[in-house]
């Protein structure tokens, strides 16, 4: 059974990072990409960027180009998505889901305040 | 970033059918786009309904189906029951990089 395991929640003061952990269960971890998804209060699901296992190849999307880093260690199978430079509206959930973004994780809250 | 398009809502009575779609500012959505349907409801995960426009993972209820509908990917859920009730969001690939629409907020009413 393909497990997603996330790490548990975050409250973070604006101006830090975070780091989330994602750690895969179930089948070879450098056969899928992983992506990051996040849901925020009341808002959308929001596509943020996914790595390739394999070689460590990322894409992400522009909205958080600079402040957001997706690495995979392929020792532990496990992935994890930083996000730096904090502000409050990166309050949300996080979401990490496999390649063919059939299997997801059960999402960390992370808590943006002073 | 392209930008992709859903109807803020629908309502769709008990036992009938409805039609979500999910277009794109780029132009006609195709499978090239890898369309996915994805059911969100409060305080869970996404549940993936449809992958690469029309195939159904072994846990999709046969009432939910995947195509391309006029130049747009759509979702159409024949039969609905209340548990339908969610908001859906399909999300498209643009050469890898991927965008989620914003959502449709299904009532079965």
């Known amino acids: 059974e393909v497990q997603l395991v996330q790490s548990g929640a975050e409250v973070k003061r604006p101006g830090a990072t975070v780091k989330v952990s994602c750690k895969i269960s179930?089948?070879?971890?450098?056969?899928?990409?992983i992506h990051w998804v996040q849901q925020a209060p009341g808002k959308g699901l929001e596509w943020m960027g996914r790595?390739?296992?394999?070689?460590?190849?990322?894409k992400y999307t522009a909205k958080f180009q600079g402040r957001l880093t997706i690495t995979a260690d392929t020792s532990t199978d496990t992935a994890y998505m930083e996000l730096s430079s904090l502000r409050s509206e990166d309050t949300a959930v996080y979401y990490c889901a496999t390649g063919g973004l059939d299997v997801w994780g059960k999402g960390t809250t992370v808590t943006v305040a002073t | 970033q392209a930008v992709v398009t859903q109807e803020p809502s629908l309502t769709v009575s008990p036992g009938g059918t409805v039609t979500l779609t999910c277009g794109s500012n780029t132009g006609t959505v195709t499978s090239g786009h890898y369309p996915y349907w994805f059911q969100l409801k409060p305080g869970q995960a996404p549940t993936a309904l449809i992958s690469d426009t029309s195939n159904k993972h072994s846990w999709t209820p046969d009432r939910f189906s995947g195509s391309l509908l006029g130049g747009k990917a759509a979702l159409t859920l024949s039969g609905a029951q209340p548990e339908d009730e969610a908001d859906y969001y399909c999300l498209l690939s643009y050469s890898g990089a991927r965008v989620f629409g914003g959502g449709t907020k299904l009532t079965v009413l």
């Open positions: 790595v390739d296992p394999e070689d460590g190849e990322t």
């Open positions: 179930g089948y070879t971890f450098t056969d899928f990409y």
